[in-house]
Structure formats: C-alpha cells, structure tokens
C-alpha cells in the first residue's frame, strides 16, 4: 500500500516539475530579447551600411523593448564580420547587417573562404535595397551610353573605369556591361566607393557604376554625367536618364541589397519575432522617409524570401564571375 503511495507520489512531483521546467524554456524563449542585441555592422563608422545599422536598430530596439549595440568590424570585403558572427551563439544576441557582395559574391571570388553563406548562418529578415548608376567624367566628354560605347571601341582597351575594390558590386556592374557589349575595360580599383567616385570627379578615370545615393551629389553639382540606371526602372531622382535596358543594354539588374542574418541554427521563434520587428521598423513613416532621402528602398519579405534570393544572385553572379575570372586575393 505505501510503496503504491509512494510510486504515485514520485510519479506526481515527476510530472509537476517537467510541466514546470518545460513552462521556464517557454517562458525564457518569449521573454527574448532579455538584455541587450550586438548588430554587426562589415563596414566602419559613417559608411552606408552603418547608417542603415544605427537608423533601424532605434526602431526596432523600441519594437523589441531592449537596446541594440551597432558594433562595426570592417576588414577585408566583410570577412571579419562574416567569421565573427558564424563563430557566435545561435541565441539571437549576435546579429548581422550583411550585403549581397559577403552573402552572394565572396564565396566566388575568393579560393578559400573561412565562412559558408548558405550553411553558416540564419537569415531573419531583407532590409533595403539600393540601384546603381553608370556615370561618366567631365572630362571623358561622354555624354550617353552611346558615346560611353563608342569611346570604348575607339580606345580598345585603354578607357579606363573605377570601383570599390575587386570583386565588388561597382567593379562586376561595368564588367557585365562590357561583357554584353564586348567591350575591352581597364579596371582601376579604388579603396572605396568614396574615392572611387572622386577618381571620376578628378578625370583620372572616364566612368564607373556608382550606388545611385552616392553619385547623385555629383551629378546634380554637374561634375560627372549620369549615363544609365543600373536598375528595373528609371530613377524619380533622374526621370530623363534611361534604364541600362531603354539603352540598349539588356544585362542582369546589379543587387544592392542588405539583410538582416544571424548564426546557424537560431529559433524559428526569434526569427519570426525579430523579422517581425525589422519588417514593423522599415513600415515606419519617419524611417522610410529617412531612407528615401538616403536613396535606400526598404525591402518586404520573409527570412526565406530572403535565402532565396541570395541563392538566386549567389548562382547568377557566381556564374559570370568564373566566366570573367574576377579574382580577390
């Protein structure tokens, strides 16, 4: 009788503290965010990426109820970035701010990569979007993408261009262009978009496929010429400047899009819950016009909306990058 007793009473505390101990994994997966979120930023202080960073980590630490700390470790086209966070917890404590270039590109153009995009991370959420522009000098004398071609066939090799570096978004924009066109590009990779513009500016080089944002300063002082959008359509900001497509140029849209990622292996729940709040933030009307005047295009979607589409551009960019045999070391 007793050791019936006693069996039904140990069955009963067995049951009553499993019941509790599954209420506390509940409870502690709902109360997340319970102390401050890291947001890695791949770039340094002041540079587009961080704006966007520090713009939308204010809204969504208020949709959270808990501060985001933007921690900004720039290096090697994002590399350092990448690897910090593919080292991290997957707890939903240490986010990414990465762009299609350390998502969609690095794995192509580097022989040895110390990080897998599709396997090393948790995509949560696309952010923003930007277009390009193809510009030229003053000082090139070319007006439309007729004369930019034109020009190009005349030099036969030697009209030189500008980028970011190797590999990245404003080098392979006007690699695809001379591909299509079979044109004979010399490339000159600047430390930045920043004085890769101004080496247009200066007429050390005749042209370069600038982030819209970036060149429009240029443009509306008059220093460079805009040739084409590198876009879907044309920009508001520049109605009577013609899509790369009205020009004759039928080539894959350049992406310029960011996206909000974390570790592998994070919970659906802190993914749905932090999507949630990124997607409530760039609905904000202040944060959407405060975008609009940066030229950045918010982004509705899914987490799995947007692991695809870094797929779809990871097989498109990847493609051409071995056909063109663009290499960074």
């Not at 947001?39 to 587009?48: R, T």
């Not at 290096?75 to 970035?81: K, M, Y």
């Not at 080089?205 to 044309?234: K, N, Y």
């Not at 609009?292 to 551009?313: C, F, H, W």
């Amino acid at each position: 009788m007793y050791r019936r007793r006693f069996i039904a009473f140990a069955f009963a505390v067995t049951a009553a503290a499993t019941a509790l101990l599954c209420h506390g994994a509940a409870y502690a997966q709902d109360a997340y965010p319970s102390r401050p979120i890291r947001l890695i930023v791949p770039q340094s202080a002041g540079s587009g990426s961080d704006v966007v960073a520090r713009l939308l980590s204010e809204k969504v630490s208020q949709e959270l109820g808990q501060s985001i700390v933007v921690d900004n470790r720039p290096g090697a086209n994002g590399i350092v970035a990448m690897s910090t966070v593919a080292k991290s917890a997957a707890d939903g404590y240490t986010l990414l701010l990465t762009g299609v270039s350390q998502i969609s590109f690095n794995p192509h153009l580097y022989a040895s990569l110390p990080y897998n995009p599709q396997k090393d991370y948790t995509f949560i959420s696309p952010v923003v979007d930007t277009p390009f522009v193809l510009i030229a000098s003053k000082a090139s004398g070319i007006t439309s993408v007729k004369g930019f071609i034109d020009k190009a066939k005349e030099k036969n090799g030697g009209l030189p261009f500008s980028s970011a570096g190797v590999g990245n978004s404003t080098h392979l924009a006007m690699e695809i262009i001379a591909d299509k066109l079979g044109l004979k590009l010399t490339h000159v990779a600047y430390k930045g978009s920043g004085p890769a513009l101004t080496g247009v500016v200066a007429g050390e080089v005749d042209a370069m496929a600038s982030v819209l944002g970036t060149a429009l300063p240029q443009i509306a002082a008059g220093t460079v010429v805009p040739l084409a959008v590198i876009g879907q359509t044309r920009a508001k900001e520049l109605p009577n400047v013609p899509t790369l497509k009205e020009a004759g140029i039928d080539v894959p849209v350049m992406p310029g899009w960011w996206s909000l990622v974390g570790p592998a292996g994070m919970d659906a729940k802190t993914v749905s819950k932090l999507n949630a709040a990124v997607q409530a933030a760039l609905a904000d009307p202040q944060i959407k016009a405060r975008l609009a005047s940066l030229y950045l295009y918010p982004i509705v979607g899914t987490s799995e909306a947007m692991k695809q589409r870094a797929i779809n551009d990871s097989n498109v960019w990847g493609d051409f990058i071995r056909k063109r045999g663009i290499q960074s070391s």
